[in-house]
C-alpha cells in the first residue's frame, strides 16, 4: 500500500531540477556500531566505543552500544526494509572487533559470516554494497597498544583490510578506509568527547598522518592483491566562513578549514599537507616519515563526502558557537543545503575529483510515532533541498555518482546517545519494531517518480528508431 496516498502534502510533481541520471546511485547508510548490537555474541571482541560508553558522563543518556538496533539478529528483515525503499545501494561498515576480535591474528568465521550473508543479502535484492572499513570502532586490545596514535596500527589495518577483501571484496561495489577521519582525529584525541576520550592536539595531529598514512597503504595492498573494485576515503566537509569580518575570525577559519579539508584533500591528492596549517600547528605537527606522503597519494577510486552543515567560526570562542538566524536541527546544527553545492563546486574546482558521492546527509529531529505513522516534514525537506544542492553541482560538472541518505534507522549517535533520531525508519528500542517515517515514503515515491521519467525517455528513444 502506498501510504502516501494518505498524505496528500508529501506528494508533488517531480520538480525537474530533481532528476538526475539513471545511473546514479540513490542509498541508505548506517554504520556497525551504531545499529549492530550484539556486542559480546559471537565471539565479538571489545572495541573502543564499548569502553567508552562506559566513562561516567560520556553519552549523554548513559546508554551503550551492546543492543542498539539489534541489527546482528534483524539482519534479513533489514535487508526487505532497505530494498523496500527502492534505493540501489547500501552503505555500511564492518565491525573490525567482530571479525577480528584483538585488532590482529586470529579470524573470527562467525563474525566474517554475518558480514558475507549482509553482502550476499545484498545482492540476492540488487542492491549494491558499498562497505567502510573504519568507522570509528577500533578493537580495545588495538588502543591498548597506542590505538591510531602509534605507527604500528597502521600495519594492522592494512592486515585487516586485506582480510575484509578477501572474505567479501567479489560482493563489494565500493570500498572506502575510513569515515571521517577528522571526527576520530580531533574529536576522538583533541576534543576528547568521543572514544577513546584523549584530549591532546599532538595526538590528535598524529592519530590524522596514520589514519591517512593506513588508508594510502590499505588502498595500494588492496591493488596488489588483486581488488579492482573503486576504493577510497569518506570526509566530513563543510564550507566555513567567518562570524565577523574582523582579522582574528577570518584568520581562524582559514587556519580551521585548513585543519578540516585541506589536512586531508591536499596530501589524498598529492600535494602534502597545507603548509599554514603545518606552521600554525608548531610542535603539535605529526612526525612523518620519509615516503609517507607518496604512500598516502595513491589514485582514488572514488571519494565520500558526508555533509550536514556549515561552520561559522570565530575567534573568541573554541567552537562555532553563535546566535545562527538559520533553522536548526535536534544536533542544534545549522540546516545550509546551499552549503553542500557550494562545498561540491569548491572541491571540484581545487581538486581533480574522481567519481564523488554524497555518502552521508541528514538531519536529526524530535520524531515521534503518533498512531503508527512519523510525520517528519522537517526532515523531508532537508531531504529534498539537499538533494536538489548535488543535482545543481552535477549540472554544473561535478562528478558525483550518488546520495546515500544519514540514515536508514534511528541509531546510536555517539556521545548524544539514542534520543538523536537521524534515522528514516523509525526504531521503538523497547520492541525494536521499524516503521517507515513519511520521508521514507518521500524517498520511494521520488526515486519511482525518477524511475517513470527514465522509462518513459527510454520508451521516447525506442519510439524514434
Ligand atoms: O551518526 C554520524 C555518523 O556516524 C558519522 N557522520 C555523522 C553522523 C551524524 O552525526
Known amino acids: 500500500m502506498n501510504r502516501l496516498a494518505d498524505s496528500p502534502a508529501l506528494l508533488s510533481t517531480l520538480d525537474p531540477a530533481m532528476i538526475f541520471p539513471a545511473d546514479f546511485v540513490w542509498g541508505v547508510a548506517t554504520s556497525a556500531a551504531q545499529i549492530e548490537g550484539a556486542a559480546r555474541e559471537d565471539g565479538r571482541g571489545e572495541s573502543i566505543w564499548d569502553r567508552f560508553c562506559r566513562v561516567p558522563g560520556a553519552i549523554a543518556d548513559g546508554s551503550d552500544i551492546d543492543v542498539a538496533c539489534d541489527h546482528y539478529h534483524r539482519l534479513e528483515q533489514d535487508l526487505d526494509l532497505i530494498a523496500s525503499l527502492g534505493v540501489k545501494a547500501y552503505r555500511f561498515s564492518v565491525s573490525w572487533s567482530r571479525v577480528q576480535p584483538a585488532g590482529s591474528g586470529a579470524w573470527n568465521p562467525k563474525g566474517l559470516d554475518f558480514y558475507g550473508r549482509l553482502v550476499e543479502g545484498l545482492r540476492a535484492r540488487g542492491l549494491q554494497a558499498h562497505l567502510t572499513l573504519n568507522h570509528w570502532d577500533l578493537p580495545q586490545a588495538l588502543q591498548d597498544e597506542g590505538g591510531w596514535a602509534a605507527r604500528h ?146 589514485p582514488l577510486g572514488m571519494l565520500g563526502i558526508n555533509y550536514y552543515s556549515r561552520s561559522v567560526v570565530s575567534a573568541g570562542t573554541p567552537y562555532d558557537v553563535h546566535a545562527s538566524p538559520l533553522p536548526l536541527t535536534d544536533m542544534d546544527w545549522e540546516i545550509y543545503p546551499q552549503g553542500l553545492a557550494e562545498l561540491l563546486l569548491r572541491l571540484h574546482r581545487d581538486y581533480p575529483l574522481p567519481s564523488t558521492y554524497v555518502t552521508e546527509n541528514g538531519g536529526a529531529f524530535p520524531d515521534r510515532l503518533v498512531d503508527g505513522r512519523v510525520h517528519d516534514a522537517d526532515r523531508i525537506e532537508y531531504l529534498r533541498e539537499h538533494i536538489g544542492a548535488v543535482g545543481m553541482a552535477l ?59 527514465h522509462a518513459a525517455a527510454r520508451q521516447g528513444a525506442e519510439g524514434k528508431c
Open 153 to 298: 596500527t597502521v600495519d594492522r589495518f592494512v592486515e585487516y583490510a586485506l582480510g575484509v577483501a578477501d572474505h567479501l571484496g567479489d560482493g563489494l561495489t565500493s570500498l572506502t578506509t575510513h569515515n571521517e577521519p577528522w571526527v576520530v582525529a580531533m574529536l576522538g584525541h583533541d576534543h576528547g568527547i568521543f572514544a577513546p576520550g584523549i584530549k591532546s592536539r599532538a595526538t590528535a595531529m598524529q592519530v590524522s598522518h596514520h589514519l591517512l598514512l593506513s588508508h594510502g597503504r590499505a588502498l595500494r595492498a588492496l591493488r596488489s592483491a588483486g581488488f579492482d573494485k573503486p576504493a577510497g576515503i569518506v570526509l566530513n566537509l563543510a564550507p566555513l566562513l567567518p562570524a565577523t569580518p574582523a582579522p582574528a575570525d577570518v584568520a581562524k577559519t582559514r587556519i580551521e578549514d585548513g585543519l578540516l579539508l585541506r589536512w586531508y584533500l591536499d596530501p589524498l591528492f598529492g600535494r602534502g599537507y597545507p603548509q599554514d596549517v603545518w606552521e600554525h600547528l608548531g610542535a603539535d605537527a605529526p612526525r612523518v616519515e620519509p615516503g609517507d606522503l607518496d604512500e598516502i597519494a595513491q
Open 395 to 453: 549540472r554544473q560538472g561535478v562528478p558525483m555518482a550518488g546520495y546515500m541518505v544519514w540514515s536508514l534507522l534511528d541509531n546510536f549517535e555517539w556521545a548524544s546517545g539514542y534520543a538523536k533520531r537521524f534515522g528514516i525508519v523509525h526504531v521503538d528500542y523497547e520492541t525494536q519494531r521499524r516503521t517507515l517515517k513519511d520521508s521514507a515514503l518521500w524517498l520511494r515515491q521520488l526515486l519511482q517518480q525518477q524511475a517513470a521519467v
